[in-house]
């Protein structure tokens, strides 16, 4: 493959490549480099985890990258996710990597890494000592929105301060050369690239996916980043918390349509519009078009070919909310059926996941 359809494959569809000349070199003189993206297992996967951080490991395997899906059981308890009881992350563990395999992306393919293969080495804790040390409490707490909190957060846990310097430890102990993440985890990747060449390591590329925001316009309260436009990001990020606002990878059709039938989706409006970047960020990536289906006394069915033409049909008013809304359920629908394909014979984590919804 040549380079320019492995720098194509690593890049697109992303929100920001840190840096673009770095990661051409990188392709120039290494034929499979090592990359990852960590995941805390907190809980059922959302189509923001699995369809587009999802979509970009298929990409970099393709693009010929030794990859890891890193499972921060770890990372997962001292952020207090799913009660922080170690058994139920490592059973949320599982129930990732299930996931992935339906989505195409089965050991083989990738490498799992759990955060515990990791913390049994001094030399790992040396490098979270010592990045600990290259740093400052204000660095370190300003690096808290990559657990989902605020960094005007007041009254922490402690331990919280680790997290931040084991996510960069991480890198350096994988001896990795790309990172991947959503946006919402640059914070720590800029941590890692500011302090590599101060302590001898390899400065990681960071690729970073937008955040598929939540479907019922919701927004989170606290200060994520400095620049507006990412803070706004990260605060309308679709929520596992947040049920009627999440599409999972496992939710049934009817569920999926009527979670999009009840969806923030007002006339005429782009920006700020989540099922709008639901077909930007999803539908349009995994299917290439959008079907829509629609009595032939309001035009009829209609074949989107890309999002400039969604956009100058939806501004106009020539698509309809409701029309437009039940299409990209049903491509919802269509791009997890291998999802729902593989748990009707593959339910035993699944089920303890759902049971621990229930009573954690």
């Known amino acids: 493959m040549d380079l320019e359809r492995r720098y194509e494959l690593c890049v697109r569809n992303l929100e920001e490549i840190i840096t673009p000349d770095e990661l051409r070199q990188m392709l120039e003189v290494v034929d499979h480099p090592k990359g990852y993206v960590g995941f805390e297992t907190s809980g059922l996967m959302h189509a923001g985890t699995g369809l587009i951080v999802g979509k970009k490991m298929l990409d970099w395997v393709e693009a010929g990258f030794d990859f890891i899906i890193f499972l921060a059981d770890w990372h997962s308890w001292i952020n207090n996710k799913l009660g922080g009881i170690m058994e139920?992350?490592?059973?949320g563990g599982e129930y990732f990597k299930e996931c992935f395999t339906a989505l195409g992306l089965p050991e083989g393919k990738v490498r799992y890494i759990w955060a515990s293969d990791l913390?049994?080495?001094?030399?790992y804790w040396e490098k979270v000592i010592r990045i600990m040390k290259g740093s400052t409490v204000k660095r370190i707490q300003r690096a808290l929105p990559i657990m989902g909190r605020s960094f005007e957060a007041g009254d922490i846990?402690?331990?919280?301060?680790?997290y931040p310097a084991m996510q960069a430890s991480d890198i350096f102990q994988m001896d990795l050369d790309v990172a991947?993440?959503?946006?919402?985890?640059?914070?720590?990747h800029m941590l890692a690239r500011e302090i590599a060449p101060?302590?001898?390591?390899k400065t990681p590329v960071c690729l970073h996916s937008p955040l598929l925001p939540g479907l019922q316009g919701e927004t989170v309260e606290g200060a994520f980043d400095e620049e507006a436009s990412i803070d706004q990001s990260i605060k309308k990020k679709m929520s596992k918390s947040v049920e009627k606002g999440a599409v999972y990878v496992n939710d049934d059709p009817d569920t999926i349509r009527e979670k999009y039938r009840l969806a923030f989706c007002p006339p005429k409006l782009i920006e700020g519009n989540p099922?709008?970047?639901?077909?930007?960020m999803v539908v349009f990536p995994h299917l290439g078009v959008l079907e829509v289906e629609r009595s032939s006394k309001y035009g009829g069915d209609i074949t989107i070919e890309d999002f400039a033409e969604l956009e100058e049909l939806y501004r106009s008013e020539e698509l309809h909310p409701l029309d437009f809304k039940m299409a990209v359920a049903e491509a919802m629908i269509?791009?997890?059926?291998?999802v729902r394909e593989y748990f009707r014979h593959h339910h035993k984590n699944l089920e303890k996941m759902r049971q621990l919804q229930v009573t954690r």
Not at 88 to 91: H, K, L, P, T
Not at 181 to 187: E, I, N, P, S, V
Request: glycine share 8%.
């Open 198 to 201: 101060k302590l001898g390591f």
């Open 157 to 162: 846990e402690a331990a919280w301060m680790l």
């Open 275 to 280: 099922v709008i970047d639901h077909a930007k």
């Open 88 to 91: 139920n992350i490592r059973i």
């Open 119 to 123: 913390v049994n080495s001094s030399d």
């Open 334 to 338: 269509k791009i997890l059926e291998p």
């Open 180 to 188: 991947g993440a959503g946006l919402d985890q640059r914070k720590v």
